[in-house]
């Protein structure tokens, strides 16, 4: 086996490159090579690019070390390919994915412990060709993104701030989107809505527990849809949403479905934003597909 790391260096708060080179080169017989990524998508196209050009007989392990941006351009490049692990080193400003690893988060920050785990087979999201390894995001969701990236951009504007007032521009702004919804080719819905979620795993935009039943291995996705609520609703709601306990509450039962499928079809009568694991997009028709067992991933050692 070869192991490869993409390193990030734009990843969190600090360039990392230096740390991470100074972990590994203490590690006793333990041969690797780094690379450290140029721009956004860099990534992706760099873990293709070298496995179509090696040996296809040699398992190649590739470590995203940054966030869930990273993560989301390893898997991709990785995506389709037999001979590849896809390993996390989470220093990234988010790192939501790791998240489903309750009882393993911590070890994520541990190259040792990452270097000596175990790749387990687990589910990616196909979405008109671009694999997304935790959620899909649209709606009121996606526009919270969409304004959170060029938040992120300003002075002082970083992590969870970034969130809450993308999400305070959006209510004030973009709230309930015309959608449908077709679920395993029959019409779920068809009208405004505030946001709907394609989940692989449970966890997104630094803590939000949108699909809190949803498994990276049990070969479904879980939709969560929101039907239309007013301004004055979903500052309420998104406060239950956060905790994950929106499933249970009555008051948002009404506006709810959440159910477990294999396809999502989404339609609108114009552009609208969404996210693959934080990367945002603007289309008005996308096709959205769970692909069982698609890629393994290395949980690490406790």
């Known amino acids: ?11 969190g708060k600090d360039d990392k490159v230096d740390e991470i080179t100074k972990a590994l080169k203490e590690i006793d017989n333990f041969e690797y090579e780094i690379y450290v990524t140029k721009s956004k998508g860099d990534a992706r196209n760099f873990v293709k690019e070298y496995l179509e050009s090696h040996d296809a007989n040699i398992v190649y392990r590739f470590y995203a070390c ?103 521009s959006s209510l004030l702004f973009k709230m309930n989107s015309q959608m449908k919804v077709t679920v395993d080719d029959e019409i779920l819905f068809e009208g405004k809505s505030l946001l709907a979620v394609c989940a692989n795993g449970y966890c997104y935009g630094g803590g939000f527990y949108c699909a809190p039943e949803a498994k990276i291995n049990d070969g479904l996705m879980d939709l969560c849809f929101i039907k239309k609520v007013s301004r004055f609703k979903a500052a309420g709601f998104m406060k239950v949403y956060k905790t994950g306990k929106h499933l249970e509450d009555p008051k948002i039962k009404p506006l709810l479905i959440y159910k477990k499928c294999n396809k999502i079809v989404i339609d609108s009568n114009k552009p609208i934003a969404y996210a693959i694991d934080g990367e945002i997009f603007r289309k008005s028709h996308y096709e959205v597909k769970i692909v069982p067992k698609a890629i393994k991933f290395v949980v690490p050692t406790i």
Do not use: Q, W
């Open 1 to 11: 086996m070869k192991h490869i790391f993409v390193i990030n260096p734009k990843a």
């Open 66 to 168: 940054g966030g869930d941006g990273t993560l989301h351009d390893v898997v991709n490049g990785a995506y389709g390919f037999k001979n590849v692990e896809v390993a996390c080193y989470a220093c990234g400003s988010g790192n939501d994915f790791v998240k489903n690893f309750k009882d393993r988060v911590t070890s994520f920050n541990d190259l040792r412990k990452i270097i000596y785990g175990t790749p387990k087979d687990i589910d990616l999201i196909d979405v008109d060709g671009d694999a997304c390894i935790n959620i899909l995001n649209c709606g009121f969701d996606g526009e919270v993104t969409f304004c959170m990236h060029k938040l992120r951009k300003l002075p002082l504007i970083k992590g969870p701030l970034a969130y809450n007032l993308a999400a305070v």
